[in-house]
């Protein structure tokens, strides 16, 4: 099978610290690139460490919605001028709305999903967004920047609730439209243009059918990229090919 690509994991996980080299050495023989995605300062110290490190890794900084607490505005202009001066910074986030734990009100976190965006349409960057039991305010705010872009990670929403933004996001599908009865992303899967998706996984959370219960690993998008040609109708390869494309257009990767 053709490498592939993960758009979104998180390898710098304790939840690694037992098998990380058997990880990356996984990911090197199987994948094209994949993306560490950070939640907080020390995480964006850890993926771009390793993005440094190995040519096929890339990296992002931010502050997840459930990290907002950490927020300092020195930390985050150490984040900006990591992302400034570093080509394997390829966007920012996560960043988002998490009403699900809550561990900030929610004006809190909006605040701080804003000044975010702001800082990445000032770098002509793309964004990774979280959202959680707060779709319709994720997509209240998103709509007040028409020149933002990026990924909708793990959307857990209808076609007809994105639709509007598929100019300029991506869609992120990972783990979770193997499972059996998540019908919701399996009818979005369907609806969506394969221009319009990226694979993820998530590692090492949300693994997909037949680990489900099991750490992930970024290798299992497999698993994904079947599940989506199945729905779609599509070989793998065509799916391969043009996610692997889609990746490498929202980041700005150049892979020949």
């Not at 001066?85 to 920012?92: D, E, F, T, W, Y």
Request: proline share 4%; glycine share 4%.
């Amino acid at each position: 099978m053709k490498k592939m690509v993960d758009t979104h994991m998180h390898l710098y996980s304790e939840l690694y610290n037992e098998n990380r080299d058997e990880i990356i050495k996984d990911i090197e023989k199987n994948l094209l690139f994949a993306v560490n995605i950070s939640c907080d300062l020390e995480s964006t110290f850890q993926s771009i460490e390793l993005s440094d490190r190995y040519d096929f890794m890339y990296s992002t900084v931010g502050y997840h919605p459930c990290d907002i607490s950490k927020y300092n505005e020195e930390d985050f202009n150490k984040m900006i001028d990591f992302a400034k001066n570093n080509n394997k910074i390829v966007a920012i986030g996560e960043i988002g709305l998490d009403y699900y734990w809550m561990n900030d009100p929610k004006e809190v976190q909006e605040k701080y999903f804003r000044l975010q965006i702001e800082k990445a349409i000032e770098l002509n960057m793309p964004i990774v967004v979280h959202t959680r039991d707060a779709l319709e305010d994720t997509i209240r705010i998103i709509n007040d920047y028409p020149k933002l872009r990026g990924i909708l990670h793990c959307f857990p929403g209808t076609y007809e609730m994105v639709e509007h933004l598929l100019d300029r996001f991506y869609i992120g599908i990972g783990g979770t439209v193997t499972f059996k009865n998540n019908k919701v992303t399996h009818e979005l899967v369907r609806n969506l243009n394969l221009d319009k998706i990226v694979i993820e996984t998530d590692s090492p959370y949300l693994t997909p059918s037949p680990f489900r219960g099991k750490l992930n690993n970024p290798i299992y998008v497999k698993y994904v990229v079947e599940k989506i040609s199945e729905l779609k109708g599509l070989t793998v390869e065509e799916v391969i090919n043009k996610t692997n494309k889609n990746a490498m257009k929202v980041y700005d990767i150049c892979i020949k």
